[in-house]
């Protein structure tokens, strides 16, 4: 069979610094906008390991101990947890002069209490060992255990000024031991004046507990980090959907229906994913993969997937890529079977498709499984005699120079993920980001409408009055099937550096046209259904290195530009109520007023179913090929999957 191509953007050379000529951000903070936080997932919670042993009673340069040092730190951790967030307390080395089985819960992990675990570390008094090792396997029988199909996240935070000195068990074999026996648990490790040996082996600990090391050198840095790893926790991707298991090849490979699913994927390992579908209908498919905020990544690593049929036949693929080394973030690659308007093609037939999963890993780059969250949507073609209005594959009035909102930005919290992403309209927002965290927020856009907006990131006290360090600030926006389109746009960058500076970058989308999805851009294909479009901010995980506060300000200027249509066909009326576009109407034609969410039947529903992008500094790497039936006897290159 013939090989076709349909070739975007494979690369971007930028890293576009945008001085900016406003005051400071104003980073106040945001709880009078603040929706009430949703509780956590079963299986959440966090542990704080505190080292109580003797060193802690030295000073710490500034007039007092180390242990009053931590304890202030701790309170301040705590004043900043969500209200409700299972949170306990380990101390090593406080009960006896020696001893390397010296430790014990101090404050077990249960909802939040602040005033218990304030008095638990008041009463520490340095005494004895650092039993390290023994310590964090004791953690991870502190946390929570999740149940079957659910993912939660389980931290244990570690906060030391030395090493080890009973090495049985040594520390980073039992970090990584813990890390590897499920997706859900990971240690971070704050060294607080510490160098040298002691330093080395914190940072194994954490590079070991897939987690994340943070240094700090005076009470004010161990406040600071141990407040951002202690959010980071608290505030982790939510995740949705029903537990499925993928296999590594097409035999046996589970069914799935219109819906979400949760799975996990090993590094440089496939999934598989079998659905049936009919001749008409476009589908959508996306998987985000959710690494611990930070862990190691390659700057080639990516989430590859593809449509699959027949025996070794492609439908399309494309292909993410954390485009950096920093640290990672969630990732996301969608993709679409679009059916051909003269229904010829290879992939226009009702029947069998696979929908496949492939994380792509270089060698140093985290080695532990990363849950994966799927998204598998239909969208009914247009009712007979309904013609639908011409692409728009153009930026037009929604390039670089459109004119955004002024004013006085409003206080917002954004969500965790695309599960709780903060509802925003036209408008200035104002918003708080740590060092390795991702913001998300959704706005409505219509038949027609385009969203543009800029993101500004906040002119930040640096912690010795400059910085040496650069690290970056990104976004994504992302079409309401979940599919990235603002990577690899000559119209657009998706990051720019940052080194406390004031720094903004520019984002958008072309209008919504119910034709786009026979374009050959691939910026342009999935911009083909109103709904929710889902913006993505992100702060690169060097900035922890960088920023004197916790949290860095950020500034959101969003337009939705055009008249909202009734429809995507040709001659729709304007929309003239809600700015979002107003409800569903049955004048567009579709089987559906749902504007491109409405999950309809496929053919033969499979039984058995289960019910930022941020790219470099200075380089943008994007490879995103879309292939058309790939011919009989190409490497599938399967590799076994695993279990959670």
């Known amino acids: 069979m013939a090989r076709r191509h349909r070739k975007g953007a494979v690369a971007l050379l930028g890293g576009l610094l945008l001085a900016l000529a406003a005051a400071p951000l104003q980073t106040t903070p945001a709880a009078a906008?603040?929706?009430?936080?949703?509780?956590?997932?079963?299986?959440?919670?966090?542990?704080?390991?505190?080292?109580?042993?003797?060193?802690?009673a030295e000073k710490d340069g500034s007039g007092g101990t180390r242990i009053a040092a931590a304890r202030k730190a701790v309170g301040t951790v705590v004043d900043a947890l969500p209200a409700g967030y299972p949170t306990g307390l380990r101390l090593y080395g406080a009960d006896k002069p020696k001893g390397c089985d010296d430790t014990r819960l101090a404050q077990p992990v249960s909802p939040l209490d602040r005033a218990g675990l304030k008095r638990a570390v008041d009463d520490v008094r340095p005494k004895g060992d650092t039993p390290i090792g023994l310590s964090l396997e004791k953690a991870a029988q502190d946390l929570p255990k999740p149940s079957s199909g659910s993912i939660g996240k389980r931290t244990i935070l570690l906060i030391s000024d030395g090493e080890d000195n009973c090495q049985a068990p040594p520390p980073c074999k039992v970090a990584a031991q813990l890390a590897a026996s499920g997706v859900d648990l990971h240690i971070d490790a704050i060294g607080f004046q510490v160098a040298g040996k002691a330093r080395r082996q914190l940072e194994c600990i954490a590079r070991s507990g897939n987690g994340r090391y943070y240094d700090a050198p005076d009470a004010q840095a161990l406040a600071r980090q141990l407040q951002r790893a202690g959010q980071l926790s608290a505030?982790?991707?939510?995740?949705?959907?029903?537990?499925?298991?993928?296999?590594?090849?097409?035999?046996?490979?589970?069914?799935?229906?219109?819906?979400?699913?949760?799975?996990?994927?090993?590094?440089?390992?496939k999934r598989y994913y079998a659905t049936d579908l009919d001749a008409a209908s476009t589908v959508d498919y996306s998987a985000t993969v959710v690494p611990q905020p930070g862990a190691a990544v390659g700057l080639l690593d990516s989430l590859h997937t593809e449509i699959a049929y027949g025996i070794d036949s492609t439908c399309d693929s494309t292909t993410s890529q954390f485009g950096q080394q920093e640290g990672a973030t969630p990732l996301t690659s969608?993709?679409?079977?679009?059916?051909s308007e003269d229904g010829t093609d290879g992939c226009d037939k009702a029947g069998r498709y696979w929908f496949v999963v492939e994380r792509k890993a270089d060698k140093g780059s985290d080695a532990s499984r990363w849950p994966l969250e799927l998204m598998f949507h239909v969208e009914h073609p247009l009712k007979k005699g309904v013609t639908p209005a011409q692409s728009e594959p153009e930026y037009g009035a929604g390039g670089k120079e459109a004119t955004l909102p002024t004013g006085t930005p409003k206080a917002v919290t954004g969500g965790t993920s695309f599960n709780d992403a903060r509802p925003l309209t036209q408008g200035v927002w104002r918003d708080k980001v740590l060092p390795s965290q991702t913001l998300w927020y959704k706005v409505p856009v219509g038949w027609g409408q385009q969203l543009r907006y800029d993101v500004e990131f906040a002119n930040e006290p640096t912690v010795r009055g400059y910085s040496a360090v650069s690290s970056y600030g990104g976004t994504e926006v992302y079409t309401p099937a979940r599919m990235p389109v603002g990577r690899g746009t000559g119209e657009f960058s998706p990051h720019v550096p940052y080194n406390g500076r004031p720094a903004a970058l520019s984002m958008g989308t072309v209008p919504v046209a119910w034709t786009n999805r026979y374009e050959s851009d691939i910026n342009v294909v999935p911009v083909h259904g109103k709904g929710s479009f889902y913006i993505a901010v992100t702060l690169g995980a060097q900035a922890s290195e960088i920023a004197q506060n916790p949290q860095i300000g950020v500034v959101l200027r969003v337009a939705v530009l055009g008249k909202a249509k009734s429809g995507p066909q040709t001659g729709a009326a304007v929309v003239k109520s809600a700015a979002d576009g107003g409800p569903g109407s049955s004048a567009d034609g579709s089987q559906s007023g749902g504007g491109g969410w409405t999950a309809g039947p496929v053919v033969a529903a499979v039984s058995g179913g289960i019910g930022i992008l941020l790219l470099a500094g200075l380089m943008v790497g994007l490879l995103r090929a879309r292939r058309k039936a790939r011919p009989s006897g190409a490497d599938s290159d399967a590799i076994r999957g695993g279990s959670w």
């Open 33 to 56: 906008n603040a929706p009430a936080a949703p509780p956590p997932a079963e299986g959440t919670g966090m542990v704080m390991v505190l080292d109580s042993s003797g060193s802690m």
């Open 235 to 269: 505030d982790g991707y939510r995740f949705k959907g029903a537990k499925v298991r993928g296999t590594p090849t097409k035999s046996n490979a589970p069914g799935i229906a219109p819906g979400q699913y949760l799975d996990s994927i090993g590094p440089n390992e």
């Open 334 to 339: 969608g993709i679409s079977r679009v059916p």
